[in-house]
Each structure stands twice: as C-alpha cells, then as structure tokens.
C-alpha cells in the first residue's frame, strides 16, 4: 500500500514535516512532486508489517504535523 499526503499549510510545512519525520528515527518517509505540490509518501508493504505498526506511524505523522503547525 502506497499512502501519499501533504501538509495543510502547504509545500513548505510538507517539506519541513518529511524532514522532521525521518529524523525523528521512528520511521523513514520519502517524497514526490505532483502538479508542483510536494507529497509525502509512506510505503507499507513489509510482510511482517502490523497494526500496531501503521498506527505507530500515523501517530507519529499526527504528532508532527500538529507541532509544526503549533510552531507557526
């Protein structure tokens, strides 16, 4: 499965929460440019991948996201 979002506030508040989420070392994001918009991109395909662990991840995307957003 294949998850690409974007921050609210835009493509600098995406481009400064990708940053953010892969040096927090809790999970590793890449990214895309779609019609000039910059898109996160999350990959969940491992085997051993759990619920537990996408839940992990999107509490962390949520955390981040709600700080960067607390900081402007």
């Known amino acids: 499965t294949l998850l690409c979002f974007s921050h609210v506030d835009g493509n ?3 481009e400064t929460l990708h940053h953010r989420l892969n040096e927090s070392g809790r999970l590793y994001v890449t990214h895309t440019k779609v019609d000039d918009r910059y898109v996160i991109r999350v ?30």
């Open 43 to 72: 990959c969940i395909g491992a085997t051993q991948t759990e619920a537990k662990h996408v839940d992990a991840a999107w509490d962390t995307i949520r955390t981040t996201s709600r700080n960067l957003r607390a900081e402007s």
């Open 12 to 14: 600098d508040a995406t």
